[in-house]
Structures are given as structure tokens and as C-alpha cells.
T-cell receptor
């Protein structure tokens, strides 16, 4: 089993739609969880950290499910500018492991 | 402005040549990292350093070398032993090894 697994997509959604991505991780001792966004041919940028109680930042909501070992990202009211690859990041106790990403394409 | 800089943006390597990619940060971060990304692929860890004068191999260290003589700098050398070096190279830094990583803009390496 991979340390961090994501559905590569692409997820093609219309503007205004709600879309959700899941990411599973293998290390039950993991403590740090993040979602990064990477635009084509650019560096990854932190979108949000994921906290145990779940957290929200505007249209973005992140959740952690320790029992099932997955984190999720929900995007509401999708914008064209949300089109990007979303990377799930989890620690394996001594370093961060980056998932291969889920590609989102928002169309008009 | 605090951040991470990488240079050059594009680099061309001839067969048999060693090339060095620069990475500098002024965030006062202890940990620094080098990743390689191939088209349509995820990030793969080459080397990382938790503190000055110390570094560890990542998942794909063969054909690469690093140094960490200063806290701010973590240069990566792509040696002639790396037979398929064409990729997008990303440098990152963080306060600690499982803390948020901040990335530089990357260097694209192409082989002539």
C-alpha cells in the first residue's frame, strides 16, 4: 500500500459546483496533514493545514478521519481559477510524504 | 521579502557534465529539501537536510549530491552519473521536518 494515495482524476466540474477529494494514508501515527495546490508548471503552494476537528477557509473545507485514515478536501462554488492539481501531504513521523495529486478542471 | 529563491529558472546540461542548482532561503528555516518532478508525476525526494552540515538521502539520491554549509543555502549538484536528469527540480524549506514546507519557483533542467 502506498504511503499516501489519491485519485489522479481529472475531475471535470462546472463553475459553481461542489467537488470533494479524498486521500488515504497508511501510517496510523501520522500527525501532520496538509493540502497543497500546484498550478501547471509551478511550485506547490500550501492551501491549508488539516486539523483533527476539521477546518474551513472560505470555500474550502478540510476534514481528517483518523479511524479510516483519510483526509478530504471540499471545494464549494468552484471557480475557474480553482483549476489545478491538489496534493495531499501527510507525515510519516520523520518527513512529509506528498501524494501524486488530484487534477481539477473547472469549466464555464 | 522572505522566501525561497532558486536559480537558474532553466538550465541546460551537456552529456557528461555536472551542473549545480542553487537554493537560498531567508526564512530562518532549519530544514531544507530537494525534490524532482517529472511531467504528470508526483514529487520525489532527492535529499534533505535537518540542520547545517548534515543531510540525508531521500528516495532517489543516486546521481545527485548536496552540501549544507550555511543555514540559508542548500545547493544540489546533478552529476554525470544521473542518466536521465531532465525534470523540474523543486527546493523547499520548513521550520521542522513535519512542518509546512515552502517551495521555491523551481528549476527546469534539460539535457542537450
Amino acid at each position: 500500500r502506498k504511503e499516501v494515495e489519491q485519485d489522479p482524476g481529472p475531475f471535470n466540474v462546472p463553475e459553481g459546483a461542489t467537488v470533494a477529494f479524498n486521500c488515504t494514508y497508511s501510517n496510523s501515527a501520522s500527525q501532520s496533514f496538509f493540502w497543497y495546490r500546484q498550478d501547471c508548471r509551478k511550485e506547490p503552494k500550501l492551501l491549508m493545514s488539516v486539523y483533527s476537528s476539521g477546518n474551513e477557509d472560505g470555500r474550502f473545507t478540510a476534514q481528517l478521519n483518523r479511524a479510516s485514515q483519510y483526509i478530504s478536501l471540499l471545494i464549494r462554488d468552484s471557480k475557474l481559477s480553482d483549476s489545478a492539481t491538489y496534493l495531499c501531504v501527510v507525515d510519516n513521523t520523520d518527513k512529509l510524504i506528498f501524494g501524486t495529486g488530484t487534477r481539477l478542471q473547472v469549466f464555464p | 521579502d522572505g522566501g525561497i529563491t532558486q536559480s537558474p529558472k532553466y538550465l541546460f546540461r551537456k552529456e557528461g557534465q555536472n551542473v549545480t542548482l542553487s537554493c537560498e532561503q531567508n526564512l530562518n528555516h532549519d530544514a531544507m529539501y530537494w525534490y524532482r518532478q517529472d511531467p504528470g508525476q508526483g514529487l520525489r525526494l532527492i535529499y534533505y537536510s535537518q540542520i547545517v552540515n548534515d543531510f540525508q538521502k531521500g528516495d532517489i539520491a543516486e546521481g545527485y549530491s548536496v552540501s549544507r554549509e550555511k543555514k540559508e543555502s542548500f545547493p544540489l549538484t546533478v552529476t554525470s552519473a544521473q542518466k536521465n536528469p531532465t525534470a523540474f527540480y523543486l527546493c523547499a524549506s520548513s521550520i521542522g521536518v513535519i512542518e509546512t514546507q515552502y517551495f521555491g519557483p523551481g528549476t527546469r533542467l534539460l539535457v542537450l
